[in-house]
């Protein structure tokens, strides 16, 4: 590539070329470095979604109208769960892997009003995902979740087995296999 004298200084210093040289170098190698650091950043998410990121068929109905039977979520171990997040806990051998709502963490105290909503805290929780079909008789007096465990439920309230029925119970944090990041809804008929 030529350059141009256009704004060399009047003596065309052996100085000014090597800095010209330089900078053009510079400007393309960045660009390269800039490329090549891209593709690594893709390869390595690349790489993490496939050894972290894992799929799960949701299987029944307890968790309406949010996900229904067929529907698919990906979820994430090692990412830690709060309040309104769906999780995949292993239920043991009778319930196998499950998926709730947390409702409540360690220190919360909760309780389920008659009517089915909830209080987490004192505070009467906002569920705008729940389904408008009734939402269940169980009633459940204020408990404080201990260290160590979470308390779920089911966004379908009257089928859902959850932390209210004493077979489910709290659920320990080393039960818990991820956290839902993304759902695919089964757009194909019911049969």
Request: charged share 20%; with cysteine.
């Amino acid at each position: 590539m030529r350059y141009s004298t256009r704004n060399a200084p009047d003596d065309a210093s052996s100085e000014y070329w090597a800095y010209e040289r330089a900078a053009h170098t510079r400007k393309g190698g960045s660009v390269a470095v800039a490329l090549l650091r891209g593709c690594v950043f893709v390869l390595l998410l690349t790489v993490l979604a496939l050894l972290y990121l894992r799929q799960y068929t949701v299987v029944g109905t307890s968790m309406a109208p949010t996900l229904f039977a067929g529907d698919r979520v990906f979820y994430m171990g090692f990412v830690e769960a709060t309040h309104g997040d769906l999780i995949l806990f292993d239920a043991g051998e009778t319930y196998g892997l499950v998926i709730k709502r947390v409702i409540g963490l360690p220190g919360d105290t909760v309780a389920v009003m008659q009517d089915g909503r909830v209080l987490r805290n004192g505070m009467l929780l906002e569920e705008t995902y729940l389904s408008i079909d009734p939402l269940g008789n169980s009633a459940m007096q204020a408990i404080t979740v201990e260290n160590g465990k979470i308390f779920v439920l089911g966004d379908r309230r009257a089928e859902s087995i959850d932390s209210r029925d004493v077979r489910v119970g709290q659920i320990p944090l080393s039960s818990v296999r991820g956290v839902v990041t993304r759902m695919l809804r089964d757009i194909a008929p019911a049969s």
